[in-house]
């Protein structure tokens, strides 16, 4: 018998699909997500009374790379997100 081989193809790994996410092994976003699971412990687990505590958390795993990064408005959070300053603040026009 021989062994089949396919070609020399070595593996690349790649980010996570969205929805898996990688283990915070560091803690590095551990208080957003604890402050997350509590509001929710507090609001029975309804998770729309905990969006600002969600968004904080997403955007912490964003920025240490724990989850590929992603506009926070496609992830939902359109609503919560500060609208840029007008150009027109402070200006008075004729």
Same mark, same amino acid.
């Given at each position: 018998?021989? +062994? ?10 790649? +980010?996570? !699909? &969205?929805? +898996?996410?990688?283990? !915070? ?7 957003? &997500?604890?402050?997350?699971? &509590?509001? =929710? ?10 969006? =600002?505590?969600?968004? !904080?958390? =997403? ?6 790379? =724990?989850? +590929?990064?992603?506009?926070?408005? &496609? ?20």
């Amino acid at each position: 018998m021989s +062994a089949m081989n396919f070609g020399s193809k070595s593996f690349k790994p790649r +980010a996570p !699909d &969205k929805g +898996a996410f990688p283990i !915070d092994h560091f803690g590095e976003c551990k208080i957003f &997500k604890e402050t997350f699971m &509590k509001c =929710l412990r507090d609001n029975g687990f309804d998770n729309s009374k905990c969006r =600002l505590q969600s968004k !904080d958390y =997403l955007e912490c795993r964003m920025e240490n790379q =724990l989850m +590929a990064k992603e506009p926070m408005e &496609k992830l939902g959070f359109k609503d919560l997100i500060d609208p840029p300053p007008s150009q027109s603040d402070g200006d008075t026009k004729p």
